[in-house]
């Protein structure tokens, strides 16, 4: 059976899903908060929310204890917080891409986030607010060490610049563990962040600087951005590997599963969904679904990380209240993706 | 990590190394711990000679010194123990222990870096390849941050024997010097 070729027209980058630059400080002359007692870390916590409320009167500091509370709160980066009072999140009404991590395991960790993969399009709004900052906090600096942070891997600049990327075309070839290993080779960290509760791979992976100091800023953040657009470009070579060198119908089948689990699950987890969801951006991406465009996917993605806006819309009618969640989140996807089909274009 | 002696291998247990009366953890590979192991059997000395008497006949001197060595080591050890100074530094502002920051790899505060910068360092420079800061400077160490570079600067044009860009180079650190004492006054 052959099929004729519609469209085939490669995206600016493909599986390029979001960015995130990450700067560590600390406090000149306190203790790092794992070794603080609560008192210290809470003086900490107030110079830090002072001095972020003098640069902008919208930030609002929110515990970690209370965070589960706030709709929609996605952690930016992985790490393990203290879970205290004293340890949180200064968040800003003014910029939700913009916030501030209190406490955790270094006094104040700065983030901003972009959607595609433009860091250094952040890089200079980051840098401009870390330098309004260090003129009010004294941060523990050295002028051999550069920023002093609670461990000894991220000293110097103290930067983590990350991008997260979707790699479906390399799973289905079966070549992740050798870009994973090339990667690390290049001193690189290579993460996946698949979750287990879902049985079907989306191949989401965070990659980010391993090395934080020799080199400014800007050359890491460039390092990681070219990195990553090679990267992705390997990767649409290899979805087209996929399709004319093995068969259309590896790809599809991969979409088809998903959507076809999407459609008619009962109980479904929040990571779960958001899984399901990718992978079928990733049909989207390839026009191998029908019934809907890339960006109300990711309108859909957007509201299925409020899990509370979830369950208080589909969640009506459950008796069952651990179920009730999984199944508000079945029928969300349902509902979302009912018109939603398999369309073989190639 | 790296091992602590050969730089190479990967730890994989700890060496107690006793110096000078005093006892240094070392973290190490299976082959250097083994390697000095064997060095420290070496240089023990032999604790007691069993002597055979006159003409084959065994003495009660190897068993006498067998006790006397014992009774020694007992006495021995209970005074060192009453009067062991710390052998585990420590930061000077947080009180962390050299040992503490090897089991948790976090640091207590950022004085910890001077405290334990003669092991800190090679570890710095054995993961990241660099252990000096290029980059951003908080605007309040602007200034001594250039400074340090002028010099350094200066330093490796002496080593050139470029004394023209040297000379240059100590107008600009001269001019940047006045301008700091003028700020201050």
Redesign the interface.
């Known amino acids: 059976m052959k099929f004729r070729r519609k469209k085939m027209t490669s995206p600016a980058l493909p599986g390029a899903l979001g960015g995130l630059l990450r700067l560590s400080r600390?406090l000149?002359?306190?203790?790092?908060p794992?070794?603080a007692s609560k008192p210290e870390r809470e003086r900490t916590k107030e110079k830090i929310l002072q001095a972020a409320q003098e640069i902008d009167s919208t930030a609002t500091f929110i515990p970690f204890d209370t965070i589960h509370q706030v709709e929609g709160f996605a952690p930016f980066a992985e790490g393990s917080p203290a879970d205290s009072s004293s340890s949180g999140v200064i968040v800003f009404t003014s910029n939700p891409d913009k916030r501030i991590t209190v406490n955790g395991?270094n006094h104040l960790e700065l983030e901003y986030a972009c959607n595609g993969i433009d860091l250094m399009g952040i890089w200079s709004k980051l840098?401009e607010f870390?330098?309004l900052l260090?003129?009010r906090l004294?941060?523990?600096?050295?002028?051999?060490?550069?920023?002093?942070t609670?461990?000894?891997?991220n000293?110097?600049?103290a930067l983590l610049a990350e991008t997260l990327v979707q790699l479906p075309g390399f799973h289905l070839l079966r070549e992740l563990n050798a870009v994973t290993t090339a990667l690390d080779r290049l001193?690189y960290r290579v993460r996946n962040i698949d979750s287990t509760e879902c049985p079907f791979p989306a191949a989401l992976y965070r990659i980010s600087n391993r090395?934080?100091?020799?080199?400014?800023?800007e050359t890491f953040i460039k390092n990681v951005m070219r990195v990553t657009e090679k990267l992705l470009k390997r990767e649409w070579m290899a979805r087209l590997r996929v399709i004319f060198n093995h068969s259309v119908f590896l790809m599809a089948d991969y979409v088809g599963r998903a959507l076809a689990t999407a459609k008619s699950a009962f109980l479904v987890s929040q990571s779960e969904c958001i899984q399901l969801l990718f992978i079928l951006r990733f049909g989207v991406e390839m026009n191998l679904v029908k019934g809907i465009t890339l960006e109300e996917v990711d309108e859909i993605l957007g509201t299925a990380q409020k899990a509370e806006s979830v369950q208080a819309q589909f969640g009506d009618g459950f008796d069952i209240p651990e179920f009730q969640l999984e199944q508000a989140y079945a029928d969300f996807l349902n509902f979302s993706i009912q018109d939603v089909d398999i369309e073989l274009n190639y | 990590m790296k091992c602590e002696i050969c730089h190479t291998a990967d730890v994989e247990t700890v060496y107690i190394r006793e110096e000078s009366g005093k006892q240094r953890e070392l973290y190490v590979c299976r082959k250097c711990a083994a390697r000095e192991q064997e060095a420290a059997a070496s240089r023990k000395p032999p604790r007691f000679i069993i002597s055979a008497g006159h003409k084959g006949r065994s003495t009660f001197r190897p068993v006498l010194d067998l006790l006397f060595d014992k009774a020694f080591d007992i006495i021995d050890h209970a005074i060192k123990d009453k009067f062991r100074p710390s052998v585990d530094p420590s930061c000077p502002s947080c009180g962390l222990t050299r040992n503490e920051w090897r089991k948790n790899t976090t640091l207590g505060c950022p004085v910890c870096y001077r405290a334990f910068g003669r092991e800190l360092l090679p570890l710095i420079l054995d993961e990241q390849n660099a252990d000096r800061h290029v980059g951003k400077v908080p605007p309040k160490y602007r200034m001594t941050a250039k400074r340090d570079e002028l010099k350094r600067a200066i330093h490796a044009a002496v080593e050139k024997q470029d004394y023209e860009r040297a000379a240059l180079l100590q107008e600009e650190l001269d001019a940047l010097q006045s301008k700091s004492k003028r700020r201050k006054s």
């Open positions: 600390n000149d002359g306190e203790k790092f794992s070794w395991e840098d870390d330098t260090s003129e004294d941060y523990a600096w050295s002028p051999r060490l550069g920023y002093l609670a461990t000894s891997a000293i110097g600049t001193d090395i934080t100091i020799g080199k400014d800023e």
